[in-house]
């Protein structure tokens, strides 16, 4: 009987190439690749395929040569255009990159990568309409591709369209679940709206299908701190000094209230600030040549915000002899009466809402601007990439957000010695401009407290102290809330007044108080209503209690110009003493705390002895007057002073 004969499996490079891919054995498909060009080097194909697998290996440099191999022996494929444009954006070559995407969709209109990743480039540089077009395109021609459905969702998002934007979202999903952008986007979506149980909803769906997603993590706790759910997964064992978590890329903005920490506050910002504008970079332009100092503003809040509220006056103080104005909107266009006061207090008004961020930097120069100030930072509806672009020789971060931008674009911060103390400087990008008092403006033309307003007006008790807390419901802690529960169990008849923050919210924080033996109905949530009329009531408050990663802003000037003495303890991050600064500014600086306990001590003591709260009430009333704080003229002058001082090197004609 002859010998049966061994069984071999033909030698096959591209299943063997494929398998690797699967596998993600990006090296070994690029070795297989290699193989089969030293077989055939002409095949177009086979070059293509070795830059996919150096792609996904990270040698994106190897890549486009491949590519430039693969598109000169086919120079007419679509896909391969389309590959070649990215690494070719990617290599920095922007106008070889958009050629690559135009060339095919000459060759096919409905060529899907292309128009999807010029559409991203257009996205990326500010081009917004542009990518519109093209990702409507796509959508059109292409209703299945989930890609198609999140990206003009994407941008109809940002342009405000958000109803819209969500039923994409919604499409996407549907259309491949495992896609994880258009959750994110949606969950965001859902947040900004207020729906912060959808939106947790939302995080949880993403994180089922990208558990390592951090971003996500990290917005999923923001949300729960919004509704004071500190009892659910995600809050309670969220741990933001992670180092994978520090530099997760997720927006500085959602870690104030969760740590105090500016050095890990510096490389989140860095970190975010290169996520947003990518690798965009621009030379400083040359100095203008003019007699004035001219300032641009920018800023999405040129209407009844907590921004206006506290520069209005100081824009209409500026010195016109000495500086012009300018004013760059990029937020809604609402015409109430602090649009007005904007417009009316700058020289020139400028919506750029509709415009790239390349031609809205590229119009403040031509406005010939000294100094452009970022009123955002990295808070909603930012624009950094204005900035990338260099809108003018110095660029300012200032008001918006309370920490360092991280962003190499930034010349300045303006600050106090109490925001950024000596000690702390090293956390800061930017060069620092410290101001003599304060570092925030303030309206003193801004309404006082009505005297006819009563307790019973506002939803207080007729009797009773109280306690009150007016910022925003993420800012406050379990470490917070349960001194606040002592106070309360110690003060007979006192309550807590706290800022409405939503039903569920508001539910939580009763059922907290519920847990710590204290009846749920000493709580009293304080409705949304007009500056004037919260100014109104704030007056009824017989203490306000600082939260203290995060402190109370623009609501703790509100309460000192009604008269309301402000309790805080100031921690090392800029967020976290922002308050002290304040305090320190307006001439009560007994009411800085060293410690948690001297915090809980000193409000027990105020508590108990109301003629000590009286004098400081009695002091507050006198300082309206006459304290720094509120001398809009004399922080204006200061300011401008600060301003000058990054000019010296300038020549006037």
Excluded at 89 to 109: K, T, V
Excluded at 298 to 325: K, V
Excluded at 420 to 449: A, F, M, V, W
Aim: glycine residues 6%.
């Amino acid at each position: 009987m002859p010998m049966a004969q061994a069984q071999t499996t033909p030698h096959d490079p591209q299943a063997e190439y494929d398998q690797a891919m699967a596998e993600k054995r990006f090296a070994a498909a690029a070795d297989t690749a290699s193989q089969l060009i030293a077989q055939n080097p002409v095949e177009a194909r086979f070059h293509a395929m070795r830059a996919e697998a150096r792609i996904k290996a990270g040698k994106a440099h190897e890549a486009l040569a491949d590519m430039v191999q693969a598109n000169a022996l086919a120079p007419d494929t679509p896909d391969f255009l389309s590959t070649l444009g990215s690494l070719l954006l990617a290599h920095g070559d922007q106008s070889s990159g958009e050629a690559c995407f135009q060339r095919a969709l000459q060759l096919e209109p409905n060529h899907l990568m292309s128009a999807l990743n010029l559409g991203r480039h257009f996205e990326k540089t500010g081009r917004a309409q542009d990518a519109e077009r093209l990702f409507m395109q796509a959508l059109v021609a292409h209703p299945e591709s989930a890609a198609a459905c999140h990206l003009t969702g994407r941008v109809l998002h940002f342009q405000g369209k958000r109803e819209q934007a969500a039923a994409l979202f919604l499409r996407a999903i549907e259309n491949d679940p495992t896609l994880p952008e258009p959750y994110r986007i949606l969950a965001a979506y859902l947040r900004e709206a207020g729906d912060l149980k959808s939106a947790i909803g939302m995080y949880d769906a993403l994180l089922r299908q990208c558990p390592d997603d951090l971003i996500s993590v990290a917005e999923r706790a923001h949300c729960l701190a919004h509704i004071c759910d500190w009892n659910a997964p995600g809050y309670r064992d969220f741990t933001p000094g992670l180092p994978e978590m520090v530099t997760s890329g997720a927006a500085p903005f959602l870690f104030l209230a969760f740590e105090d920490d500016p050095a890990h506050q510096r490389i989140r910002s860095e970190r975010y600030a290169k996520r947003l504008v990518g690798t965009i970079s621009a030379a400083k332009p040359a100095p203008p040549a003019h007699d004035k100092i001219r300032v641009g503003y920018f800023s999405a809040d040129f209407h009844t915000h907590a921004t206006m509220h506290l520069m209005a006056g100081m824009l209409e103080a500026h010195d016109r002899t000495r500086f012009e104005l300018y004013a760059y909107s990029f937020g809604p266009d609402i015409q109430d009466a602090m649009r007005k006061r904007a417009v009316y207090a700058v020289d020139c008004f400028t919506d750029i809402t509709g415009m790239s961020d390349y031609d809205a930097a590229a119009l403040a120069r031509a406005h010939g601007l000294d100094i452009a100030i970022d009123l955002k930072g990295f808070t909603g509806g930012t624009r950094p990439a204005i900035f990338a672009h260099r809108a003018a020789p110095v660029q300012i971060a200032w008001l918006g957000f309370p920490g360092t931008t991280g962003a190499k674009e930034i010349d300045y911060i303006i600050a106090d010695k109490v925001v950024i103390p000596p000690k702390e400087r090293r956390h800061y990008s930017e060069k620092i401009l410290t101001l003599p008092g304060c570092y925030q403006p303030n309206d003193n033309t801004r309404p006082l407290p009505d005297p006819g307003v009563t307790r019973a007006d506002v939803g207080l008790p007729a009797e009773g102290l109280v306690f009150c807390c007016f910022n925003g419901s993420y800012k406050i802690s379990p470490v917070e809330f349960d001194i606040w529960m002592d106070l309360l169990r110690e003060v007979d008849g006192s309550v807590l007044w706290l800022l409405d923050g939503g039903e569920v919210a508001n539910t939580n924080l009763h059922r907290a108080a519920e847990a710590s033996g204290i009846d749920y109905r000493r709580i009293i949530f304080a409705p949304k209503m007009k500056h004037d009329q919260h100014l109104s009531r704030t007056a009824h408050a017989d203490l306000f209690l600082d939260t203290f990663n995060c402190n109370a802003h623009t609501t703790a000037s509100d309460a000192l110009w009604a008269g309301v003495p402000v309790l805080t303890l100031p921690g090392c991050q800029f967020a976290a003493r922002v308050a002290a600064s304040l305090v320190t500014a307006i001439g009560t600086p007994e009411t800085v705390c060293d410690s948690v306990e001297q915090y809980r001590a000193k409000a027990l003591d105020y508590a108990r002895n109301p003629e000590k709260l009286a004098h400081l009430r009695q002091k507050l009333e006198a300082a309206r007057q006459t304290a720094p704080l509120f001398d809009t003229e004399g922080f204006t002058r200061a300011f401008e002073d600060a301003l000058r001082s990054t000019q010296k090197t300038k020549k006037r004609r």
